[in-house]
T-cell receptor, first 113, second 114 residues
Framework: QKEVEQDPGPLSVPEGAIVSLNCTYSNSAFQYFMWYRQYSRKGPELLMYTYSSGNKEDGRFTAQVDKSSKYISLFIRDSQPSDSATYLCAMRSSNFGNEKLTFGTGTRLTIIP | EAGVTQFPSHSVIEKGQTVTLRCDPISGHDNLYWYRRVMGKEIKFLLHFVKESKQDESGMPNNRFLAERTGGTYSTLKVQPAELEDSGVYFC????????????FGPGTRLTVT
């Protein structure tokens, strides 16, 4: 069983819709949670990171963490064609010296104009 | 501020040959990480440098892979001899010493072993 599960999609939604992307995890040691966006043939770009359970908002993006259910989400409001990319969840423990990120497989998102 | 850079962007080599990948982290970032994505799989951790020291190399697949970071600046990842299963995209990331949860990735090197 993978430590991080992410629906690979693809996911297509019309412009302006709210997008929900999700990951589940099994390792209770994971305490930091990140979302990366990756355009084709580019490197992953850090969008947001969270530590606590609850919501964190940054512009049109909201990251949600539920540690009790081992479930994280990224919501994109008022989606734009420029949001079309692969979205990767990543997570790591809080242990000093153990900084490796464990990634989901990524969800390919297309916003249809 | 310049981002993480990697060279080359793409490398095609034959099985049994040697390839060296280079990563230049963001200036001032003590932490440097190597990751790899093979076809159809998730990005996986290879190793982590703190300055010139290897902090964690638990993800290195075997002794055909050698990473160095002399002087604590740029890093190289050598694959010798390359095998077909080494094909994939190799990413480098870096972070500041007190913000290790913010790892910034380079564009990657696409390695094809034929």
């Amino acid at each position: 069983q993978k430590e991080v599960e992410q629906d690979p999609g693809p996911l297509s939604v019309p412009e302006g819709a709210i997008v929900s992307l999700n990951c589940t995890y099994s390792n209770s040691a994971f305490q930091y949670f990140m979302w990366y966006r990756q355009y084709s043939r580019k490197g992953p770009e850090l969008l947001m990171y969270t530590y606590s359970s609850g919501n964190k908002e940054d512009g049109r993006f909201t990251a949600q963490v539920d540690k009790s259910s081992k479930y994280i989400s990224l919501f994109i409001r008022d989606s734009q064609p420029s949001d079309s990319a692969t979205y990767l969840c990543a997570m790591r423990s809080s242990n000093f010296g153990n900084e490796k990120l464990t990634f989901g497989t990524g969800t390919r998102l297309t916003i249809i104009p | 501020e310049a981002g993480v850079t990697q060279f080359p962007s793409h490398s095609v080599i034959e099985k049994g040959q040697t390839v060296t990948l280079r990563c230049d982290p963001i200036s001032g970032h003590d932490n440097l990480y190597w990751y790899r994505r093979v076809m159809g799989k998730e990005i996986k951790f290879l190793l982590h440098f703190v300055k010139e020291s290897k902090q964690d190399e638990s993800g290195m697949p075997n002794n055909r892979f050698l990473a160095e970071r002399t002087g604590g600046t740029y890093s190289t990842l050598k694959v010798q001899p390359a095998e077909l299963e080494d094909s994939g995209v190799y990413f480098c990331a870096s972070s500041h010493w007190d913000r290790t949860y913010e790892q910034y990735f380079g564009p990657g090197t696409r390695l094809t072993v034929t």
